[in-house]
Structure formats: structure tokens, C-alpha cells
């Protein structure tokens, strides 16, 4: 295959001008496993450990409803020594942490117990990088570059990571526990973007969604947050949710010095389809959340 004839998912969707707003996956428990060596196409499942502990992990990770990732450091894949895991946890506007160290596969099982356990308040978030080439070209592409501007400002909160969805809008960045998925990156942008959401600034401009909260109801903040400028992660709150066929209205209750009531109008459509992924050549057709109205209520 020729550079001409080789498709990216991220140059495509961003020549269509594939809208961003509601794509961000339900999670508000996050597993991270820091695994220095290569990361198989299907990450945690994919890797050799022992069965029992890995067993032990994936059902108690089922069990709280937690999304498992391999992470690392950008540029340390050599280096020795234990690695890191961590139970990241999000409880409404309560974000809760747990840490530990592996050495040898039965480590892991940690996990399963910090899983059941509360964690600590206090810690700063993590910011996730997808950089997960075997899964998708775009996500190492585009992400590591994004990593790396990233971890050169902020080397204790970044780590690159395995798949975390929509490959078509790399590169693609989580912070966790916020649970805020951005999309769109570049290495200026990311800092920019990361630098405004940890001084409590999210920005709607490549904004995917809070991971908490339905589509339409991510996508309605990221409407009032392009309508009354920038807001702290918690300031608006999703009240009255009604759907009517393919329209649907939403009402958000806001912090000063934004609107105390915004009512936000969606209309929901599919989208033509396309490849959406790199390695896909199947093509599927997106729903898109359009707004049609924002206004104070």
C-alpha cells in the first residue's frame, strides 16, 4: 500500500468535520495498569499473566462496572524496576484514588480488593493519553507527539494509554477521575486545553463529553459551554431530561456566574456512514447530537 492509498481515521473525520460532542464512553471507575513492553491489539485481556490473578481482576473490575488500561510513562519503556497500578473513582463531584506497586503478576490482585474499598481523597487527576498503536495507528500517531508535549509540562500526571474509544478524533486525552474526554489534539492544543481544565476551565472546543452522563446530556453541556463561555467540571448540573423521538430537551442548572438555568434543544441524526477506524474497513454510521437552541432558562 502506497502513503497516498493509506487511510487515517483522525484526517478523515477531521476533513468531514466529524462533530465531537456526546462521543465520550460511560465510566466512572478507571483501572490503570502501568505494562512497559508492547500492548496487545485488545490490551488487558490480551496480556500473558497468571490466570488466577488476571481472572481475579477482570471480574472484580466487571463486578464495578470499571474500564481496565495499560498505561506508561512516555519514553520509559526500558526502565526496570516495580510498576504501578491504580483505582481511580468518581462519585458525583467526589473524585477518590487508590495506588499500589506490582513486581510479579500476583500483585494484581490488589486491585480486586481497592476496588472495595473508598480510596483517597485529595490526589491530583490523571491525564490519559491514547497512544495505543496496535489498536489503532491514528492513537500513536497523533497521541504520542500529544504525550509528549504533555508530559514535558505535567511528567507526574501524564501517562500514555491503551484504547479508551473514538479513534477517528485523535488524539485523543481522558483525565480521570474528572472524567472528561477530550478530543481533536494536537501537542499545542493539548496543553492548551489541559493546562485551562486543571486551573477548572473546561473548554468546549474539543470537548467530547463527561464520561457520568448520558450523550445528549454530554452534549448539552458542550453546547452551553460554547454558549456562556468556560465552566469548572461540576458547575453545571443535568436536571430535566425529555426525549421526543429524534429531539431532545435538556435542562442544566449552572454555578454564578453562569446562567442559574439553561435549557438546551438537541436533535439527534445519523450520520452518512464512513470508516471510522483505521484497521475497520467496514463503514458505520455515527448519531450525531446537533444543537438547535440554547438559551437561559
Known amino acids: 500500500m502506497t502513503a497516498a492509498e493509506r487511510f487515517f481515521c483522525a484526517e478523515d473525520a477531521r476533513t468531514?468535520?466529524?462533530?465531537?460532542?456526546?462521543?465520550?464512553?460511560?465510566a466512572t471507575v478507571w483501572v490503570l495498569i502501568?505494562?512497559?513492553?508492547?500492548?496487545?491489539?485488545?490490551g488487558f485481556d490480551g496480556l500473558e499473566l497468571d490466570p488466577g490473578t488476571k481472572a481475579l481482576v477482570f471480574s472484580a473490575a466487571q463486578e464495578a462496572w470499571a474500564r481496565v488500561l495499560l498505561v506508561r510513562r512516555h519514553g520509559r519503556r526500558g526502565e526496570d524496576g516495580p510498576g504501578r497500578w491504580a483505582v481511580l473513582r468518581q462519585e458525583g463531584s467526589t473524585c477518590r484514588q487508590h495506588w499500589g506497586i506490582w513486581s510479579r503478576d500476583e500483585d494484581l490482585a490488589?486491585?480486586?480488593?481497592?476496588?472495595?474499598?473508598?480510596?483517597?481523597?485529595?490526589r491530583p487527576p490523571v491525564v490519559l493519553v491514547c497512544a495505543h498503536a496496535q489498536h489503532d495507528p491514528c492513537c500513536?500517531?497523533?497521541?504520542?507527539?500529544?504525550?509528549?508535549?504533555?508530559s514535558e509540562r505535567w511528567p507526574e500526571l501524564v501517562w500514555e494509554c491503551s484504547h479508551v474509544g473514538g479513534d477517528r478524533f485523535a488524539a485523543n486525552v481522558?483525565?480521570?477521575?474528572?472524567?472528561?474526554?477530550?478530543?481533536?489534539?494536537?501537542?499545542?492544543?493539548?496543553?492548551?486545553?489541559?493546562g485551562e481544565h486543571l486551573a477548572g476551565r473546561v473548554r468546549a472546543e474539543h470537548l467530547r463529553g463527561y464520561t457520568d452522563l448520558t450523550p445528549p446530556q454530554q452534549a448539552a453541556v458542550a453546547a452551553a459551554l460554547g454558549?456562556?463561555?468556560?465552566?469548572?467540571?461540576h458547575d453545571y448540573t443535568v436536571g430535566e431530561t425529555v426525549r421526543d423521538g429524534d429531539h431532545w430537551r435538556i435542562r442544566l442548572a449552572?454555578?454564578?456566574?453562569?446562567?442559574?438555568?439553561?435549557?438546551?434543544?438537541?436533535?439527534a441524526r445519523r450520520a452518512p456512514p464512513h470508516?471510522?477506524?483505521?484497521?475497520?474497513?467496514?463503514?458505520?454510521?455515527?448519531?450525531?447530537?446537533?444543537a438547535v437552541a440554547v438559551r437561559r432558562g
Not at 16 to 26: I, K, L, S, Y
Not at 34 to 42: K, S, T
Not at 227 to 233: K, L, Q, T
Open 140 to 150: 500513536a500517531v497523533r497521541g504520542r507527539p500529544v504525550a509528549g508535549a504533555l
Open 254 to 267: 449552572a454555578r454564578p456566574p453562569h446562567p442559574q438555568v439553561v435549557d438546551v434543544e438537541l436533535q
Open 110 to 122: 490488589g486491585i480486586a480488593t481497592a476496588l472495595r474499598t473508598p480510596g483517597e481523597l485529595g
Open 174 to 194: 481522558v483525565v480521570a477521575p474528572d472524567g472528561v474526554y477530550y478530543g481533536g489534539l494536537d501537542a499545542g492544543s493539548a496543553v492548551d486545553t489541559i
Open 16 to 26: 468531514r468535520g466529524d462533530p465531537m460532542a456526546g462521543t465520550a464512553p460511560r
Open 227 to 233: 454558549r456562556f463561555g468556560p465552566a469548572g467540571r
Open 34 to 42: 502501568e505494562h512497559r513492553g508492547g500492548w496487545p491489539v485488545n
Open 275 to 290: 470508516r471510522l477506524t483505521c484497521r475497520g474497513p467496514q463503514t458505520s454510521s455515527a448519531v450525531v447530537y446537533e
